[in-house]
């Protein structure tokens, strides 16, 4: 397969996650994630996640009541069988920034890592620091 | 190299941008960032950079006045020449959860990718939501 058409495909893949994160589907959720690698996740505002059963642990408990999430400027590369897809995510007026990485795995790209960041949309003023921390 | 092997570099690899980042060195940074694949970057609460003119624009900014950050908790995978790390960073009391990519490049891991996130200590008391995004 091309690159261009392995991007592609990739970004197919991430748009599928989005699609079942929306719309609370675990099942799906289940089959996006790679089976084959250790997966890793971090939530916004949270310790990261190691290892398949953490992470599909915190799905499940997401996925009872998914938030409205919406996606927009999805971009990616592909090299050597691994892809990784920053975009951002939209749920209910926030706006968070977003990383995912997929992995080539029986003929489809599946899930191992993904981390989203809220991206504040205005300057805090209360108690935190006015500096960006990097 | 064995994957043990390829992971322990990559975790040294890791090591090495944090040690370049705290001490505001520019010109380790561009050798540490991958010049054969196209970069991204989320510096926290920030729209992703994508370029490795806008990625290094970023870092000559950030090193001017480098903040005191420490790390901990690297962990990763590496698989088929790319490797990607979570670990907790600590900048000033705040910790926030970074993943790291790197490739394989010219005999070494280079990063292709950084998203770093602050996990807030306590439960916003603001107009924030009191629930977590996802």
Not at 3 to 9: D, F, G
Not at 32 to 41: D, G, M, T
């Amino acid at each position: 397969m091309s690159e261009e058409r392995e991007l592609h495909a990739a970004l197919a893949a991430n748009a599928a996650f989005y699609t079942a994160f929306a719309a609370g589907d675990l099942r799906a959720m289940h089959t996006i994630w790679s089976v084959s690698e250790p997966v890793l996740c971090s939530h916004p505002g949270t310790l990261p996640l190691h290892g398949r059963t953490s992470v599909m642990e915190s799905w499940q408990a997401i996925l009872v009541q998914p938030p409205p999430i919406a996606v927009s400027e999805a971009r990616g590369v592909a090299i050597r069988g691994v892809a990784f897809v920053t975009c951002l995510e939209h749920i209910g007026g926030e706006i968070l920034a977003a990383t995912n990485v997929f992995v080539w795995e029986e003929g489809q790209w599946r899930m191992a890592h993904h981390q989203s960041g809220a991206i504040p949309r205005q300057k805090p003023t209360g108690p935190e620091p006015e500096q960006p921390l990097h």
